[in-house]
């Protein structure tokens, strides 16, 4: 078992939509989740980082966790085409220092 | 604030040659910084911990002896691709770090080896 699994996707949506991500870790007691946005070609960028139980509102992204569930979401509404990119999944641990685990990433298509 | 560079930002070597990437933090010191391996299609995996002014840490199966890693100030960091193969052809991100839970990326050297 994978210690961060995501969908591959691609998940397609139609601009304007709300597009869902979905995230597992395996580790119960990871601490620190984030979410970055990766275009072809890039490095990844940092949308988005949840730390407790609950929802994280940042324009239009929302990230979601439930440590009991052992899952993390994000949520992107009135996708744009620009958001179009691969989203990466990242979860540190106390035992891990600064150390991130990342998943596979989820490929996201917005259509105009 | 936070910018991290790398350079080159992409290389073409021959087979058997060392290649050196940098990694800067421009703005800030940073105490640890990571590098990351990205082959096509694939999610980032972490290579190594480096810290300014000691041995790098290995993740397994990364072999230290081929990817030599110097962290000689806060600011810089190296790794050299010693005796490159074309399966070491692949993406090479740096990330530095200030405080816990935080990681700034550079963008990214890619390397191809003929």
């Known amino acids: 078992q994978k210690e961060v699994e995501q969908n591959s996707g691609p998940l397609s949506v139609p601009e304007g939509a709300i597009a869902s991500l979905n995230c597992t870790y395996s580790?119960?007691?990871?601490?620190?989740f984030f979410w970055y946005r990766q275009y072809s070609g890039k490095s990844p960028e940092l949308i988005m980082s949840?730390?407790?139980?609950g929802d994280k509102e940042d324009g239009r992204f929302t990230a979601q966790l439930n440590k009991a569930s052992q899952y993390v979401s994000l949520l992107i509404r009135d996708s744009q085409p620009s958001d179009s990119a691969t989203y990466l999944c990242?979860?540190?641990?106390?035992?891990?220092?600064?150390?991130?685990?990342f998943g596979g990433g989820t490929r996201v298509l917005v259509k105009p | 604030g936070a910018v991290v560079s790398q350079h080159p930002s992409w290389v073409i070597c021959k087979s058997g040659t060392s290649v050196k990437i940098e990694c800067r933090s421009l703005?800030?010191?940073?105490?640890?910084m990571f590098w990351y391996r990205q082959f096509p299609k694939q999610s980032l995996m972490l290579m190594a911990t480096?810290?300014?002014?000691?041995?790098?840490?290995?993740e397994q199966g990364v072999e230290k002896d081929k990817f030599l890693i110097n962290h000689a100030s806060l600011t810089l960091s190296t790794l050299t691709v010693t005796s490159a193969h074309p399966e070491d052809s692949s993406f090479y991100i740096c990330?530095?770090?200030?405080?816990?839970?935080?990681?700034?990326f550079g963008p990214g050297t890619r390397l191809t080896v003929l």
């Open positions: 990330s530095a770090s200030l405080r816990v839970n935080e990681q700034f």
């Open positions: 703005d800030f010191q940073a105490t640890t």
């Open positions: 990242a979860v540190n641990g106390p035992a891990a220092g600064n150390k991130l685990t």
């Open positions: 580790d119960r007691v990871s601490q620190s």
């Open positions: 949840i730390y407790s139980n």
């Open positions: 480096s810290n300014e002014g000691s041995k790098a840490t290995y």
